[in-house]
């Protein structure tokens, strides 16, 4: 604590002259009493590690929902020369574009009130879920490699959506960094069955409804109102993703002695952008966050017959907007008065341009946010946000600590429905392991990154 500096009331900072390999400062954004949480965890000490790699821009930055990860912190935002800097997979983590879609239905709560347990079965059963769990549609050798290259767009060509969907994608919901020859064999493997699946931990599908209206303006621009019903979707790149993470590190680990770095943590390792290994590293991470919007294209066309299914034909599910975590991309910023390309690495951080949605999934029976990305952001945060509540409570605590009886007695007070495939996994997902989403969205709100437009809180929901 003695380290920080306060720069204004919800953001600190730990200047580079705090340890002697620092090449720059390391900011927080979060109030006094969650840098108390943030403080029991080596997230801020790995936060430090990441301002020593080479290129980093500016400084290195921590959302509010930063918590222990597998290099960077989750919730770490740092950026890149693309001359001088490096690419790093634990900057972008194992799941790789693990990302959130919100769909928006015609529906209010009233009238999807009375079909919550028959609609959360028809989702369960039409969208696999759990470990390792595949799909319903295998992709192989030419076919997959048509997915890696061009993401949900080569979804849609199939019949599973329309050209709405890409549109309201990130990035149009495809990279043209991906290379599908710099992706292994055996992680194509992993994902041939897998697209179109959920997974587990902390993946999820919310039925959901507005509970509140914060920018009228915005809501209208995206068709929403109070109490209308909407569907969350959170998952990303499955076995393929993990995969390309793995091999990369394992790639860089042997290449790390001939860069001459020297790294604090091997779990920082990485390798210069412009080298063999950081565009092979770079193609092959795109082509999987291609995968991964691939995946949320494919389980929203299986949520929309399951919906149809319920509701009927005439009914839809019409997307707001897909956003990615877990990913590094070239961006321009201006540094030092001049433009430059950045490769910006957001590890559990999503993306918040100004006036782009920002979805910001809270812990299950808590609810959820709908942002919109504010002008202040490209100078604050490289155009970054949090990317939920962030948890405050390891896994295996969570189980320890939890009893599923009370924890589903609880939820069905609040009047929502669960399927799950695991008792374990639910009880690694209570909502007592997590910050409050409320505070964390506060933080972004206040500091001028994001703006809030909507909460959502939650009716049925679906976990593997």
């Known amino acids: ?212 209206i914060y920018d009228n303006t915005e809501a209208d621009r995206l068709g929403l109102q109070k109490e209308q019903v909407c569907v969350m979707v959170h998952t990303g790149s499955r076995g393929l993703g993990h995969q390309v993470a793995t091999d990369a590190i394992r790639t860089m680990n042997r290449a790390m002695p001939r860069f001459g770095f020297s790294l604090p943590d091997r779990e920082l390792a990485c390798a210069p952008f412009n080298s063999p290994e950081g565009q092979a590293c770079m193609n092959a991470m795109s082509a999987a966050a291609n995968f991964a919007w691939a995946n949320r294209q494919l389980v929203t066309w299986e949520i929309r017959e399951a919906w149809k299914k319920i509701f009927g034909t005439s009914e839809t599910l019409d997307l707001v907007y897909d956003i990615a975590h877990n990913i590094a991309k070239l961006e321009p910023y201006d540094v030092n008065s001049a433009r430059k390309m950045l490769l910006v690495h957001r590890k559990g951080a999503t993306r918040a341009f100004p006036g782009q949605p920002v979805l910001i999934p809270g812990s299950m029976g808590t609810g959820s946010w709908l942002l919109k990305g504010h002008p202040g952001s490209v100078a604050a945060s490289f155009g970054s946000s949090c990317h939920g509540a962030g948890r405050s409570m390891s896994r295996t605590m969570s189980r320890k600590l939890t009893r599923i009886p009370e924890l589903l007695e609880e939820l069905a007070a609040q009047g929502i429905v669960v399927n799950a495939g695991s008792q374990a996994g639910l009880s690694e997902e209570a909502p007592s392991a997590y910050k409050n989403v409320d505070e964390v969205v506060n933080v972004i709100d206040v500091c001028g990154i994001a703006k809030k437009v909507a909460r959502l809180r939650p009716l049925a929901v679906i976990k593997g």
């Open 1 to 212: 604590m003695h380290a920080l500096r306060q720069l204004s009331p919800f953001l600190w900072e730990i200047p580079k002259t705090f340890r002697k390999d620092m090449r720059v400062p390391a900011r927080i954004y979060a109030s006094a009493e969650m840098l108390g949480h943030i403080l029991q965890d080596r997230s801020l000490e790995q936060l430090l590690n990441v301002t020593t790699l080479p290129g980093i821009v500016q400084y290195a930055l921590a959302m509010p929902d930063i918590h222990e990860g597998y290099g960077f912190p989750v919730g770490g935002v740092a950026a890149f020369d693309t001359e001088s800097g490096i690419i790093s997979p634990g900057g972008i983590g194992y799941d790789i574009n693990c990302g959130v879609r919100l769909l928006r239905s015609t529906l209010s709560r009233a009238e999807v009130q009375g079909h919550l347990a028959q609609l959360g079965k028809a989702i369960f059963n039409r969208v696999p879920s759990g470990v390792g769990k595949g799909g319903l549609y295998t992709f192989r050798d030419k076919e997959i490699d048509r997915v890696l290259l061009d993401g949900a767009k080569r979804i849609i060509e199939l019949g599973y959506g329309s050209h709405n969907d890409s549109e309201n994608t990130e990035s149009g919901g495809k990279l043209d960094t991906a290379d599908p020859a710099c992706v292994s064999p055996q992680a194509k493997s992993r994902g041939s069955d897998q697209l179109g699946t959920l997974g587990a931990g902390n993946h999820f599908v919310e039925v959901e409804f507005i509970s509140a």
